[in-house]
């Protein structure tokens, strides 16, 4: 289980690298659903939210449990992007320090706690309870990245 967890991550993290590339490539409004089409903050959570969510997919496809997988998975999904977030204006704002190698190492971190989260709460089932709302609250997160690519308000972390 610990083998197949941390494949997934590695691959998530390598294909969520190879994403932020992915609109410079190829500048269709498509691909700019699930690519950052700017080096604004919010964009950039498309690189945790679409790999995490398709090896999410894999990783459950054959789960014994679903409902405590499906959980899990999207509890995790949910979590990274606040504990990014968190850390990010935290060194940014409170501590002026921010560095191109310290957003892509908050990014592995990110990951290595979306997976650490997801196998946890996998293996206890202790949110199966609550996977219908966690699945519409994933779903509104991933509509909110899609909406506000396409209009993004005058906020600070919507700009560049």
């Given at each position: ?30 691909v ?23 090896s ?28 990014l ?28 706690l ?46 560049d």
């Open positions: 289980m610990k083998g197949r967890f941390f494949l997934a991550f590695v691959l998530t993290a390598l294909a969520g690298s190879a994403l932020h590339f992915g609109y410079d490539l190829c500048p269709s409004p498509l700019g659903l699930i690519c950052p089409v700017s080096e604004s903050v919010w964009e950039h959570l498309k690189l945790l939210y679409w790999p995490f969510l398709a999410g997919f894999l990783l459950n496809r054959k789960a014994q449990d679903a409902q405590a997988a499906w959980s899990g998975t999207l509890a995790a999904l949910l979590v990274m992007p606040a504990f977030l968190g850390i990010y204006y935290i060194l940014e704002s409170g501590f002026a320090f921010t560095a191109g190698w310290l957003n892509i190492a908050l990014y592995v971190l990110s990951l290595a979306g997976f650490w989260l997801m196998a946890r709460l996998t293996k206890t089932g202790g949110l199966s309870w609550l996977c219908g709302v966690l699945v519409i609250a994933a779903g509104l997160y991933g509509a909110a990245l899609i909406l506000f690519t396409m209009a993004p308000p005058a906020l600070p972390i919507f700009l």
